[in-house]
């Protein structure tokens, strides 16, 4: 079955950076993209962008560009997010989800909640 | 951008009662439209796909309508489980969005 397992909580302080990982299973990862979606606390959903997991290509949206940064090991199956200079307004729970032609978004991972405080 | 217009944003309800959530583009986004569930603490699930096709294993008294703009989800009858927040999702075009959510509760 497909699945989609993010890494663990963060804590990190004002300024510092966060990786956050999305493995993948039960699918061929390169037939699909991945997308990042936000959600910070109490609030409602905020899609990030995407990253096409066959060529590498990574697509921001406008809130996003320049600390975040998306990246694959594809052999391992797994997407990343990085977010650098971490601001208090990061903290957040991010969410990868399976991209598809017919009903996208029908897999998401657990979240991985980055908190942010100095 | 398109911005995603769900109502109302919360709904007081029985188990058995009939539901309708409505969500308003402010343009047309042909039939992707997606709708889900979301509970505290978990992912959003997906209910809903492209306007009106039920996800595998979402259960029947789900259902939604609409077309370009305007869209509906209806719970066909209550079940105490049904209880959370609702989001919609438009994937016509990038950037996506969702909207602000519809947070069905206990009457």
């Known amino acids: 079955q497909i699945q989609l397992v993010q890494s663990g909580p963060e804590l990190k302080k004002p300024g510092e950076s966060v990786k956050i990982s999305c493995k993948a299973s039960g699918y061929t990862f390169t037939d699909y993209a991945m997308h990042w979606v936000k959600q910070a606390p109490g609030k409602g959903l905020k899609w990030m962008g995407w990253?096409?997991?066959?060529?590498?290509?990574?697509t921001y949206a406008d809130d996003f560009k320049g600390r975040f940064v998306f990246s694959l090991e594809a052999s391992a199956s797994t997407a990343n997010l990085q977010i650098s200079n971490l601001k208090n307004e990061d903290t957040a729970t991010y969410f990868c989800?399976?991209?598809?032609?017919?009903?996208?978004?029908?897999?998401w991972g657990q979240g991985t909640l980055v908190t942010v405080s100095s | 951008d398109i911005q995603m217009t769900q109502s109302p944003s919360v709904l007081s309800a029985s188990v058995g009662d009939r539901v309708t959530l409505n969500c308003k583009a402010s343009q047309n986004i042909n039939k992707y439209l997606n709708w889900y569930q979301q509970k505290l603490g978990e992912a959003p699930k997906l209910l809903i796909y492209?306007?009106?096709n039920l996800q595998t294993g979402i259960p029947s008294r789900f259902s939604g309508s609409g077309s370009g703009t305007d869209f509906t989800l209806t719970i066909s009858s209550l079940q105490p489980e049904d209880f959370a927040t609702y989001f919609c999702?438009?994937?016509?075009?990038?950037?996506?969005?969702f909207g602000a959510g519809t947070k069905l509760e206990l009457k």
């Open positions: 989800a399976k991209g598809a032609a017919i009903s996208p978004f029908a897999y």
């Open positions: 492209n306007t009106n």
């Open positions: 990253i096409n997991t066959y060529t590498g290509k990574p």
């Open positions: 999702f438009q994937h016509n075009s990038w950037p996506y969005t």
